[in-house]
């Protein structure tokens, strides 16, 4: 049976492949889309989710818009790859009535919520203003898989990844809620690079889903060589997807991490006792290494499926 999954996305180009990966692969259902603030203001954001919805085939899947803004931090940098609309033509569709966070707490206490894993490739706030609001989601979710933070260097600054940086306080409430926690961080999104070559085949999978994301994860990977000079790029999100499509492509380690709130330098920073020497209990089994090729192929599976 598909295992079900919610998205909380900030869409942003590798969002949007998630969702396409989570909506097409016959190894997951996806439940519903949450919307928050994050690779662009709520309202590009959400018409983005909209987008991408409605062009890659999953016009039945409920979007429910989120926060627009973070607890306490100012807005983060946005960076023109991902703060920009998708060319794709404006949705018909329209978000669903009510707040994300009040779906995401009916959901999870109704009778599908302990069998539904939550991915949030975002800011957290969606899911930390939910547990502040319904603390006992915290026995519901049965797992997060997330892809945030980083344990070795960050991207937004030296130290802090971007879905943490943009909002630490409710990461940290994530992190600190007891719910456990796959973290698919920068060192493993990395290990992960996809190729313009790899764009041109899946865009000749044909599908609905395949042409999006081909353009997407083109327009991705492009900006890591022009910006960076990788041979390839990052399609972050998809990574935690495809974590939960074929949970062995990802080593992982149990691992206490904290979430840094303070440091002039090192805000947003999710701080991994890699080694164990705190002898405190682990919150996060953080993944540390992912198999390439398995990724590749959960990722042509999902955009190579038909109607
Ligand atoms: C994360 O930040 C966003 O820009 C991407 O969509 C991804 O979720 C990578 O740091
Ligand atoms: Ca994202």
Redesign the pocket.
Known sequence: MAQKVILDV?T????AVAILLAGHHPATELAAVTVTH??APLVVTLDNTLKCVEHGGLRDVPVYAGAERPFIADPAPL?PV?NRSLPLPAPTLRPQPGHAVDFLIDYYMGPDGPGTILVP??PQTNIALALLKEPRLAQRIPRIVT??GAYLEG??TPSA???IF?DPEAARIVFNSGIPITMVG?EV?AQALVTLDDATKLKALNTVQAKVAAEEIRAEVQWFMDTLGWTGG?I??ACAVAAVIDPGLLETKPVRVEIELTGQHTRGRTVADLSGYQKKQPNVDVGVKIDRARFMRVLFEGMGRGE
């Open positions: 900030d942003g180009g590798d969002d994050g690779n960076d991902q490739t975002a892809m945030a991207n937004v990844e971007f879905n943009a920068l999104t990052q972050y999100d």
